[in-house]
């Protein structure tokens, strides 16, 4: 499954507000989802690149979907600061 990127619906959005927020200095490290994660970026820069070379950019106010299974490495290149929440 792909990872996705793209606006958040209106609805997405209010429903993103009221979770977590995660912080990361610019850095690079890999990771391994054992869940599906989704977030909604507030601040800063970051680029995934998946196993299977896929990369995805995003930015302030991207909706973005990391599939369950995804190994993928982060590439935080402005401090990150996103809303999330694991399925």
């Known amino acids: 499954m792909p990872i996705e990127v793209r606006k958040p619906t209106p609805a997405e959005e209010a429903q993103m507000a009221a979770c977590p927020i995660w ?4 850095s690079e490290f890999p990771w ?3 869940q599906q994660e989704t977030c909604l970026i507030i601040d800063g820069q970051a680029e ?3 196993a299977d070379g896929q990369t995805v950019s995003f930015g302030p106010g991207d909706y973005v979907v990391l599939p369950r299974g995804l190994d993928c490495t982060w590439k935080v290149k402005q401090a990150l600061r996103k809303h999330y929440k694991f399925d």
Not at 23 to 26: H, L, V
């Open 23 to 26: 912080a990361k200095e610019p």
């Open 32 to 34: 391994h989802y054992d």
């Open 48 to 50: 995934v690149t998946a």
